[in-house]
T-cell receptor, first 112, second 110 residues
């Protein structure tokens, strides 16, 4: 059972480049979310989805887009990378938002 | 005021000590409370999940919720070096979002 799989594990981008962080889960969870984790700031919610075709913004959505075309996949797109987006990104999933979330092992992203 | 506030630590204790980790929250409507453990360069993993007030015990770990004070705690008995990690409290709100504490870094010294 793979759980939540995030790719890539590491990425270095130049300012202005775009990229997509991939997230897939095999637990048939309806709720999926993306967080960024920065030193001293904990986990901050970027975007979330309560089911296929439904997404909404979290606390820090600017500069990021998401879509949810299937239950399994929830990619996060950086439109035009900025140094302020240097962070560790975590994807998580759960049956509903009140249930414990299962996390991937993160993507470490550096923007130069 | 942040929705969830957590003692920042860091904490450093000798092996075998009892550890107390704490969070406060702002909204009395919150019903579910969780504690996650995060090892370095890994994703958070669920440690304890409680509903409403009271205590829940699982091995060396006890989660306590005091809704009257809006205060949650995680106790670790007989702490081990393998317990060295960052601990995060987490609370789902009433609107499809999760609030996480900033995390407390714990080091258990052999």
């Amino acid at each position: 059972n793979a759980g939540v799989t995030q790719t890539p594990k590491f990425q270095v981008l130049k300012t202005g480049q775009s990229m997509t962080l991939q997230c897939a889960q095999d637990m048939n969870h309806e709720y999926m979310s993306w967080y960024r984790q920065d030193p001293g700031m904990g986990l901050r919610l970027i975007h979330y989805s309560v089911g296929a075709g439904i997404t909404d913004q979290g606390e820090v959505p600017n500069g990021y887009n998401v879509s949810r075309s299937t239950t399994e996949d929830f990619p996060l797109r950086l439109l035009s990378a900025a140094p302020s987006q240097t962070s560790v990104y975590f994807c998580a999933s759960s049956y509903t938002h009140n249930q414990p979330q299962h996390f991937g092992d993160g993507t470490r992203l550096s923007i130069l | 005021q942040k929705e969830v506030e957590q003692d920042p630590g860091p904490l450093s204790v000798p092996e075998g000590a009892i550890v107390s980790l704490n969070c406060t929250y702002s909204n009395s409507a919150f019903q579910y409370f969780m504690w996650y453990r995060q090892y370095s360069r890994k994703g958070p993993e669920l440690l304890m999940y409680t509903y409403s007030s009271g205590n829940k015990e699982d091995g060396r770990f006890t989660a306590q919720v005091d809704k009257s004070s809006k205060y949650i705690s995680l106790f670790i008995r007989d702490s081990q070096p393998s317990d060295s990690a960052t601990y995060l409290c987490a609370i789902p709100n009433t609107g499809n979002q999760f609030y996480f504490g900033t995390g407390t870094s714990l080091t258990v010294i052999p």
